[in-house]
């Protein structure tokens, strides 16, 4: 595609709307985030295993070195809180989202790029990882930056040595916090390695031998200790599942960020149409479209656990979500750009339709409207993200069939975001923790209620009060002084309840079915009861305000 950039001031003042709006769904309710699922991994590791220990081992239930010697250094230094973990993947998320598209305009044309900004600023998975206490976002951007760097490397007449410590420094850093980059972060080897090699282009095969030495030993001295040292760590979740035809298909939902086929079908459609200027225009894609085909290699012949769920393996592949989008945004442009040479009086009319039709499919069928509803402290609940299509999300179908009290409907009739509730008891893994239905039903914020101190000696996914942790978005219920201080109106106790599910009966809070009677002890009157739950208010004007709607 023919590059059409100006200077005119005007496309980077849309460019910064863009971003800015792209910024405020990152930022959306951040600290309020309650911590769950794979984010707890890595605080059970700090729990119980010190530096050494964390740097010797994967762990059974993965979690990423680097940042958990990161994390075990914030809980000495000022104690460990929901955004002491998340805030390096929120920076990366937000340089991605900034420097990315910049990058770009080397290459392509100013509306090109535009498309491409919007398409990278409302992307679902990009947003979730932006706010995650998992690796993905860093590596995303790390990865990318490593193989710009190569690029730059190779390509230059007088090796910018720069160029080449960059790459090795940020592809070191990649696969130090997330394995499965590897073969991405060392494909430009291959894809600019064999040219070069076959064209007997002897200066650039001794750069790039060079720099491979180096790569290896700083890779060596970071990820080989922990593969010799607990080898089991990563067999464990080796040769236990495939990816199959329904797992390709869920990956577009996920790389998309959408609900609905048509978005799918018209999204390839464009992406189709963009995928030759690409391939001819970015220099980057040889390498990134190898490092992708590695990746997918190496997950065929490990078989890593979950690998068969569409989020899963869309996650292992997660730098293609930028290259489609990218793909999609050149076939958007080329088809607007045909509409405006055609003859007619009304092809600018008719190219601005397309790209506003483009836009608006994607938002309406967005996971985004319910991910980022208010009040929601539970975004990253996996019933948002495990799949995009309800039919298909094993959570949605899960939870479906367990009893909602009508207490959550009752909640409705207060104003919008007024109530802070305590509920418990709670589970860190969200296919048990519904509060993100809860939310959606009562429009109040639900956080968890911590039972440890108060009825339980230790529970998973809990954490005591001090002793090198601050979480902010929990209640500890064994001090009801701490939790009004932290704006809780109402501690919630649910009850052990069993219900019949698609895989069978189930019961719930049986380990916890003694706290009843502490709840009763230590709580005022409850304001409601009905055999799911019990609801006990933490100030009078609270209860009088239950009271009022009796």
Request: glycine share 6%; proline share 7%; aromatic share 12%.
């Amino acid at each position: 595609m023919i590059r059409t950039n100006s200077k005119s001031p005007g496309f980077y003042l849309t460019l910064l709307v863009i971003t800015s709006c792209g910024v405020y769904l990152r930022l959306d309710q951040f600290l309020l985030q309650v911590l769950l699922d794979d984010e707890w991994h890595v605080v059970h590791q700090l729990l119980v295993k010190g530096p050494k220990e964390l740097f010797l081992t994967f762990g059974h239930a993965d979690f990423s070195i680097p940042l958990a010697l990161l994390y075990w250094l914030e809980s000495g230094l000022f104690g460990l809180s929901e955004i002491g973990m998340r805030w390096p993947m929120l920076i990366a998320g937000l340089v991605t989202l900034i420097v990315l598209p910049i990058y770009l305009r080397k290459f392509f044309s100013d509306k090109t790029i535009l498309v491409f900004s919007a398409l990278l600023a409302m992307s679902p998975m990009l947003i979730i990882y932006s706010r995650t206490a998992r690796p993905y976002a860093l590596t995303l951007l790390l990865s990318l930056m490593a193989l710009a760097a190569f690029q730059k490397f190779v390509e230059a007449e007088n090796p910018p040595w720069k160029s080449g410590l960059v790459y090795a420094l940020c592809a070191i850093s990649s696969a130090w916090l997330h394995l499965i980059t590897l073969p991405l972060v060392v494909a430009p080897f291959l894809a600019l390695g064999l040219p070069a090699l076959l064209g007997r282009n002897w200066s650039r095969v001794g750069r790039m031998f060079w720099l491979g030495v180096f790569t290896l030993a700083g890779l060596l001295a970071l990820v080989l200790p922990p593969v010799l040292g607990h080898p089991e760590a990563l067999s464990v979740k080796l040769g236990v599942q495939t990816p199959n035809l329904q797992t390709y298909h869920g990956v577009f939902y996920v790389w998309l960020g959408t609900s609905s086929l048509s978005v799918v079908l018209v999204g390839l459609f464009f992406a189709l149409i963009g995928a030759g200027p690409l391939w001819r225009a970015l220099p980057l894609i040889p390498s990134l479209v190898t490092g992708l085909g590695l990746t997918l290699g190496v997950i065929l012949l490990t078989q890593p656990a979950w690998v068969h769920n569409p989020l899963t393996l869309a996650r292992y592949l997660l730098p293609a979500i930028p290259l489609v989008l990218l793909s999609l945004a050149l076939g958007v442009s080329r088809a607007s750009e045909a509409l405006v040479y055609h003859p007619g009086i009304f092809r600018k009319l008719a190219s601005a339709t397309l790209l506003a039709s483009v836009f608006l499919l994607m938002a309406y069928y967005s996971p985004l409207t319910k991910i980022l509803h208010k009040p929601n402290s539970n975004s990253l609940h996996s019933v948002y993200q495990l799949d995009f299509r309800e039919e298909k999300n094993l959570i949605y179908q899960y939870q479906r069939d367990f009893p909602v009290s009508p207490f959550w409907h009752k909640l409705a009739l207060f104003p919008k975001d007024s109530l802070k509730i305590a509920a418990s008891p709670f589970s860190f893994e969200t296919h048990h923790w519904e509060a993100a239905r809860w939310e959606q039903i009562s429009h109040q914020r639900v956080m968890p209620g911590y039972l440890i101190g108060f009825c339980a000696e230790n529970r998973l996914g809990e954490v005591p009060s001090g002793e090198g942790f601050k979480f902010r978005n929990v209640g500890y219920l064994a001090n009801q002084g701490d939790l009004i201080d932290r704006g809780f109106d109402l501690v919630v106790y649910q009850k052990p309840f069993k219900v019949q599910t698609y895989q069978g009966e189930k019961e719930f809070g049986m380990d916890t079915a003694n706290c009843e009677s502490i709840f009763r002890q230590q709580f005022p009157e409850p304001v409601f009861e009905d055999q799911w739950l019990v609801a006990f208010p933490l100030t009078d004007s609270v209860k009088r305000q239950f009271d009022a709607t009796r």
